[in-house]
């Protein structure tokens, strides 16, 4: 049997009334071949086919392959057999299966991964996609907590919240109301003994502390999160979409901006800005648009106008407007509702660092830099304002993030692997001497980073005290394994 490309799901659910409580039933009924291909992605496999004639170098792909019972397949790191769950009661016998018979575990959620968390050759997985319910409580008490600590709270199931809280999270909200792990009140996870606990400030705390930014896949498999809620407010939203006319002109009005945004944050607006690769051919050489939550007109204009026209009298055809918005969800649906449409598996690899305000001090050489990469370039500007002023010790996310005010994203495409390993790893440099030690998001983190105290800061020791026997690539205590995760070193 060649398995290309499928994973094969569990269809039978303990949770279900007419099933039965042995998660071995449910692997004696697997279903048919579960295809999660997407029309417009060619899987980097194809260099094998056609097998009579291959495409491309197909020798390491064969290297990488999976054996099942003596077949090669092309199956890589997809794991071959998992379950979809449905319940905790699912997460909890996949968890106690996987112990029984000595297996290699991955849980996959959705959304993006670049570390190779969420697969892994020849590995049962728990899938939680379909976990993904959404309930409100207006009086919501922890478990543990007086009724006095009363919340108007969201419970979400994994789907909407496993790797945005446990990787630490951004938003273009994030500096008018904080970060992720401090708006959420309480979780709930199997264990790698599959029992379900709780964790908030008032139970199993140190639990509750660490999965808070301390790394998804470590400290158990999430099943939901609350999160204490927000007033709806409005929002507007100022755009940029330029082409340059000449490099000075890029840098006068890139360090314009750079100039420009320590003070924005300080008032809680977010960004997103974005400048393609050097070598595409598209019609713009930037786009950038400023979020400005719940600001009236008025403020909204003297703080940006003085910035459009200067990219007016610099660029003059260049494309600047403000829209306003009712709601978060209005924008999201203008923005970004439309992208969920397009393709979704394409090559592409990223380096990153967590950039603080003192990077701002001097920003005609942060422009120099930027506009020395050839690779696409992303500023996600989700610091200052609250997040500046949390506790850096209030949960397990790095402490470096109470200091940023940017998440700067270089990323380029790749049709080898063994072809850009070297230029990656030049990136990741670069980023470092902007801020040495600065920090790195541990969800979109370059996979030649070698310190781990890049993602944890000086939390790290406490959390490997915290962390349960689950291991992921980059984790907490993964060092301690070799690089399949296979084999404790020490």
Not at 16 to 36: F, H, I, N, W, Y
Not at 158 to 165: F, I, V
Not at 287 to 299: D, H, K, M, R
């Amino acid at each position: 049997m060649s398995m290309k490309a499928i994973l094969w799901i569990v269809s039978v659910h303990i949770c279900s009334a007419q099933q039965g409580p042995d998660v071995v039933v449910c692997m004696e009924t697997l279903a048919g071949p579960l295809k999660r291909n997407s029309p417009n992605y060619m899987p980097p496999e194809s260099a094998c086919y056609p097998e009579s004639n291959p495409s491309g170098n197909c020798t390491d792909i064969q290297v990488n392959a999976l054996m099942i019972d003596g077949v090669l397949t092309k199956q890589g790191s997809v794991p071959p057999v998992g379950v979809d769950t449905l319940c905790v009661k699912d997460v909890q016998a996949a968890v106690r299966f996987t112990a029984d018979h000595d297996l290699c575990l991955v849980v996959k959620n959705t959304g993006h991964n670049y570390l190779g968390r969420s697969t892994a050759k020849g590995a049962f997985m728990i899938w939680t996609h379909h976990l993904k319910d959404i309930t409100t409580n207006s009086a919501f008490v922890p478990n543990g907590a007086p009724e006095s600590k009363m919340h108007n709270g969201w419970d979400l199931r994994p789907q909407h919240a496993r790797g945005w809280l446990t990787g630490g999270r951004h938003g273009a909200f994030s500096p008018q109301h904080g970060p992720s792990v401090n708006i959420a009140i309480q979780i709930t996870t199997v264990m790698a003994s599959s029992k379900h606990l709780t964790a908030n400030s008032h139970v199993n705390f140190e639990l509750f502390w660490a999965v808070r930014g301390g790394g998804e896949g470590t400290y158990g498999v999430l099943t939901s999160v609350t999160y204490r809620t927000h007033k709806i407010t409005p929002l507007t939203v100022a755009f940029l979409i330029s082409k340059f006319s000449l490099p000075t002109v890029e840098k006068e009005i890139l360090t314009k901006y750079l100039k420009l945004w320590p003070g924005l944050a300080d008032v809680s607006w977010g960004s997103y800005l974005e400048i393609p690769n050097s070598g595409a051919s598209l019609s713009t050489d930037l786009t950038l648009f400023l979020v400005a939550p719940n600001v009236s007109w008025a403020n909204i204009n003297v703080t940006i106008n003085p910035f459009f026209n200067f990219i007016q009298n610099a660029q003059p055809d260049a494309f600047t407007t403000t829209v306003h918005f009712n709601t978060y969800y209005s924008f999201y649906q203008a923005l970004f509702a439309a992208a969920t449409s397009k393709p979704v598996g394409f090559n592409v690899e990223v380096a990153s660092h967590l950039l603080p305000r003192e990077t701002f001090d001097h920003p005609e050489h942060l422009a120099d830099v930027i506009m020395g990469f050839q690779e696409s370039i992303q500023l996600i500007h989700i610091g200052g304002g609250k997040i500046s002023e949390i506790d850096p010790d209030s949960a397990g996310l790095n402490p470096a993030w109470c200091k940023v005010i940017v998440h700067m994203v270089v990323g380029n495409g790749w049709l080898s692997d063994l072809c850009c390993r070297a230029k990656f790893r030049d990136d990741l440099a670069i980023l470092e001497s902007l801020a040495p030690g600065g920090g790195a998001y541990f969800n979109e983190a370059s996979l030649y980073e070698l310190n781990q105290q890049m993602f944890f800061g000086d939390h790290y020791d406490h959390l490997e005290e915290i962390k349960d026997l689950f291991i992921v690539a980059e984790g907490v205590g993964s060092e301690r394994w070799d690089t399949a995760l296979n084999c404790k070193l020490y």
